[in-house]
């Protein structure tokens, strides 16, 4: 090939140039436009700045960038009830269509009702029954499906959407935007692990593997036309829940995650764990102090206790004294969900 | 910025013709210049291409491009004993320096000799409990320091070489080949997880969250300074053996392999779960049939049968009847290790 003329090369060096200038002035543009300007923005585009910049005393390998977020309550709506729990109950009318015996046993009988408050005085154990009996005996492929036939036409009672449309727009802005700085997005929940990677890719982006919670053992084996088929088993691995996330984290990623968000005391230990690592760490909170746009509860502030996703006061007196940053939802966050214009 | 002229417009387009032929000569070059033309090669190449050209009708999503890969056999050396037994052995005097009672105590009396021979002969059980004091009881960041230190020093008896040298090139090249096509490779083990993900990443590429293996429970807790850390527990989660590898996968990753490697009757049921799926798969086993260059053991085509990595007669026969592919080290592999020119 003809070599290019210093005139000629001049000329494709400004191209370039422009492409450079292009991309400087995307990197400039704003990664969290659903968040106020505040400590909380501050700390997010603070710690990604000084964990990918290279030469910062800060900068992480990118092989180490890992950072963890709880779903029920830091990504999506976890009110009245978690998600998967509504599943589970919407699948009773069928689990007793096929064993009618059930109908009149508890907590079968109360589950059938639909009645959201007798529900939630079921007992943990009552309440498990029917985990168990809703969530385990068929094929993960089986299972796979159903889950995707229930979200394709389960609507939340307020909103009246899909329960995947009520993830918070804040949050699917940090998740891409640590993404986009080499950082691998993780989800740590309590709830199934099985259940969330049916959902994970599309509506967070998180690919299945990229997917840590509750767990139960499958066993291996083979239809009657010798395919072989995992079963989901009533034998729980792994409870993701407290103590259980830094446990899940070290089975399932190996490696101690940078940066961890949560909401409840579930996610305390997982917090703990991120933070007594070397170097820049990120713990983030958040608090539902949002009645008119979301949510308001848990005792932190003098906000109502309820049954799920407790930010109890010493927890929020853990994050106080440890430097842990608590989002406000009311005053850090511009929207709340992506629907919202 | 001021418009290119046509002219300019056709020499810049040159420019960019010319990076594209680059590209493509890059593509034509061998990617697997390790292995003989043959059936295996052949194989591999044509999978990866099915699956990986826009409009074939073998098109795999880059989401759910997953490979995995037994290690012991099919990525590195397994005889005269898995690498990771020969390290739990050389912990035993540290462990009877501790508690100086085990000195006469079998199966620890054995294993002090260090007679691979007479250590061969103790039974699974007796095995266990050596395993069982060596790779339990301490923090996961203390365990993995150790297995750190002992990789630096320990040399293989045959090539005087650390355990780390002694991994397939030829595989070596696959792993970096499906890897350049997209596809995510696992290493999914009968070894121990925890042991594996200290090296994984700088011997084979593969980062620690892509390391399934048997594994053991771990405990979340406090030391003395009220620093959280994790202690390895005599509790086992998963063995991640026979129908445990299939479970393993869905645990821990999540997705069907579209391709698996293996070596023994261990890998048979991964490879049935990778070969029960829709659309392209490749199943591949490695059959150790060079005593001069390696080993030859298993009982297929009249090999001597061993302890380990045993490649019986029916997998063989399996194999043959769904149209796996058998991999001849002697034969389609021109080179085994990395370290040989």
């Known amino acids: 090939m003809k070599r290019l003329t210093s005139s000629q090369s001049a000329r494709a060096l400004l191209v370039f140039a422009s492409f450079a200038f292009a991309a400087q002035i995307l990197a400039q543009t704003d990664s969290l436009p659903s968040w106020n300007e505040g400590t909380a923005k501050n700390r997010i585009v603070g710690f990604v700045e ?88 068929m094929s993960v492929d089986a299972f796979s499906a159903e889950v995707n036939r229930w979200l394709a036409q389960a609507k939340d009672r307020r909103w009246k959407r899909p329960y995947t449309d009520l993830t918070y727009q804040p949050m699917q802005e940090v998740l891409e935007y640590l993404r986009a700085n080499g950082y691998r997005t993780y989800i740590v929940t309590g709830g199934g692990q099985d259940f969330v990677r049916v959902y994970s890719a599309r509506v967070y982006g998180v690919p299945p ?90 005792p932190a502030m003098g906000l109502p206790d309820t049954k799920v996703g407790t930010f109890s006061q010493p927890l929020y007196d853990e994050a106080q004294k440890n430097g842990w940053t608590v989002i406000s939802m009311k005053n850090d966050w511009k929207r709340i969900f992506p629907f919202e214009q």
Chains 1, 2 share one sequence.
């Open 209 to 298: 593997e990229q997917v840590v919670g509750t767990a139960g053992a499958t066993t291996f084996g083979y239809d009657k036309h010798g395919r072989p088929l995992l079963t989901k088993e009533p034998k729980l691995l792994l409870n993701d829940n407290d103590a259980g996330k830094p446990e899940g984290i070290h089975l399932m990623i190996g490696q101690r995650p940078h940066a961890a968000f949560g909401n409840s005391t579930g996610d305390q230990q997982m917090l703990e764990y991120t933070a007594a690592g070397d170097g820049a760490r990120l713990m983030m909170l958040l608090l539902h102090d949002d009645a008119a746009r979301e949510y308001a509860y848990g």
């Open 50 to 137: 000084a964990t990918t910049t290279q030469g910062s005393p800060h900068f992480v390998l990118p092989a180490e960038r890992i950072a963890t977020f709880d779903q029920d309550g830091t990504l999506w709506v976890e009110h009245p009830m978690y998600t998967q729990v509504l599943y589970c109950l919407d699948r009773v009318p069928a689990l007793v269509k096929a064993k009618p015996e059930l109908a009149n046993v508890e907590p079968f009988k109360t589950a059938l009702t639909g009645d959201l408050e007798a529900i939630a005085k079921l007992s943990m154990a009552e309440l498990e029954k029917v985990l168990v009996a809703t969530l385990t005996g």
